[in-house]
């Protein structure tokens, strides 16, 4: 059977934002959201907020969301600003990855009848299916990974390609130009420091504000995170504040833009 994909896209004005250049996409990559919204919320935030981090589709136990077209790039795999990560690939989310339970489960088997069919329309086998791990390092699909289940997601995939009548490899092999994907990348530790930030005057400013920037990027909060460039200036401004309120809007804390204990601890719990 089909799945049918509910379509809400970015509209045009954003592209600039957030799809700006044109894309022929090599790859699918695989992402876990860090919390626990429906696609749809997923894709509100996503294309509402100030920051560029993008992607085509958020995946839940109940519905496929597009936002993005295919023949545009998402900025979704933190490997740069031409990295073929963020210019080559299909970028899925799957939905509710924070705390797992039915629905996680749910959205996961949704995810990967998707991503065969994704795969059967384009020729493709799972050799095309990427970790985000693989372009930056990131921990990410963090829930897979964490479970230690990547090579059996990807069979499952395999699975269902082949009840689809898709093969396991590629009709056309991968262009030799491609970048080939990072397989053994360490993963970063964040030492966020304690106390209260928040904005005043004159600006709090330092090592400490560079850290909560800093981590705030890593989970794709703090502007620009797909660019070279991620705006961490250790300055704790407006910009700053409006990233850790979103944050907190996503994880159930009291939206003030204020960085605190519980804040703290929730991006700790998120970062490992």
């Given at each position: ?8 896209m970015v509209p045009s004005s ?196 560079r850290r909560i920037q800093e ?58």
């Amino acid at each position: 059977m089909t799945i049918k994909v509910k379509k809400k896209m970015v509209p045009s004005s954003r592209y600039g934002l957030k799809c700006p250049n044109k894309m022929n996409p090599e790859y699918i990559t695989i992402h876990n959201t860090a919390n626990d919204a429906a696609a749809e919320n997923e894709i509100n935030y996503m294309i509402n907020n100030l920051s560029s981090t993008s992607y085509h589709f958020a995946v839940d136990d109940e519905e496929v969301i597009q936002a993005i077209p295919l023949d545009r790039n998402a900025w979704h795999s933190g490997d740069g600003t031409n990295g073929t990560g963020n210019r080559k690939s299909i970028a899925i989310e799957i939905c509710y990855s924070e705390s797992g339970g039915a629905r996680y489960k749910a959205a996961e088997k949704l995810a990967i009848q998707f991503v065969a069919q994704l795969l059967k329309e384009r020729g493709w086998g799972v050799d095309r299916v990427r970790k985000h791990q693989d372009w930056n390092g990131k921990y990410c699909p963090h829930r897979i990974l964490s479970e230690g289940r990547w090579n059996s997601f990807k069979a499952a995939i395999d699975k269902e390609l082949k009840a689809l009548g898709g093969k396991s490899a590629s009709k056309q092999k991968e262009k030799s130009s491609a970048a080939t994907p990072k397989t053994k990348a360490s993963k970063k530790v964040y030492k966020l420091p304690s106390g209260i930030f928040k904005v005043k005057a004159p600006l709090m400013k330092g090592d400490a504000v560079r850290r909560i920037q800093e981590a705030l990027a890593a989970l794709y909060f703090y502007p620009d995170k797909g660019a070279k460039n991620s705006g961490v200036d250790g300055y704790y401004g407006p910009k700053t504040a409006d990233a850790v309120k979103r944050f907190q809007i996503m994880n159930s804390l009291t939206p003030d833009g204020i960085y605190g204990p519980k804040t703290k601890a929730k991006l700790e719990a998120l970062l490992k």
